[in-house]
């Protein structure tokens, strides 16, 4: 089961509040502004600041 939808639409990154987008590969979500990657396990995003990482240029 992926991650619906209607929830990508609405996840915001929590620390700037811009919109994330579904990596390619499903295994996480990035934020174009500050270039977060959050997590996605087992079809949940997790969405906490101290589990996301910094990659730039994806």
């Not at 934020?31 to 997790?46: K, N, Q, S």
Request: proline content about 9%; some cysteine; overall charge negative.
């Amino acid at each position: 089961m992926a991650i619906p939808r209607e929830l990508l639409e609405i996840l915001v990154c929590p620390v700037c509040k811009t919109s994330v987008k579904l990596l390619t590969d499903g295994s996480g979500l990035k934020c174009a502004t500050c270039e977060r990657v959050y997590p996605v396990r087992d079809d949940i995003p997790v969405m906490l600041p101290e589990e996301a990482k910094i990659v730039s240029g994806e």
